[in-house]
């Protein structure tokens, strides 16, 4: 599996879209024209370490913005979080399934903010070097 952060970051907007097919989810900065009620993925900066030989770790942190549409802001955004909470445990990507870390949210004016991780391992493939030809040797004794 090919692991990129686009990759990650449309596995997570696929599963929001799952979850709730009748809403619009931003994945790109929001220029104008908002429709609540609404989500916006925001990737954090990516980390991405080595811990021994081929194998690698890389950490992709996210908030969720929800825009809620009713007059009651809070409680609609804490029920949404209620269900962001199983939705993004479990995230599928391709074949394989990535798991949400971390979670937690607040409201800030009047906006759902939920934070949530994803920590991935990766094993570098090696690039197979050529051969080299054969190697003669001759041994003599006394």
């Known amino acids: 599996m090919s692991v ?5 970051r449309d596995a997570v907007i696929g599963t929001l879209a799952g979850a709730y097919p009748a809403m619009t ?4 900065e929001i220029k104008q024209g908002l429709i609540e009620p609404c ?3 925001l990737d954090f900066p990516v980390s991405h370490s080595r811990i021994m030989g081929r194998r690698y770790k890389r950490v992709h942190a996210f908030d969720v913005h ?10 609609e955004a804490h029920t949404v979080a209620e269900r962001l909470y199983e ?12 798991r949400g870390t971390g979670m ?25 070097l050529p ?12």
Do not use: A, C
């Open 131 to 142: 051969s080299m030809g054969k190697l003669g040797m001759e041994v003599r004794g006394k």
């Open 4 to 8: 990129t952060v686009i990759g990650v």
């Open 39 to 41: 989500f916006f993925v």
């Open 25 to 28: 989810i931003y994945g790109e």
């Open 66 to 75: 929800y825009f809620p549409s009713t007059d009651q802001p809070n409680e």
């Open 87 to 98: 939705v993004l445990e479990y995230i599928p990507n391709g074949s394989e399934q990535m």
């Open 104 to 128: 937690h949210h607040e409201i800030i004016d009047g906006v759902l903010h939920f934070f949530f991780g994803i920590d991935l391992y990766i094993i570098k493939q090696i690039t197979p």
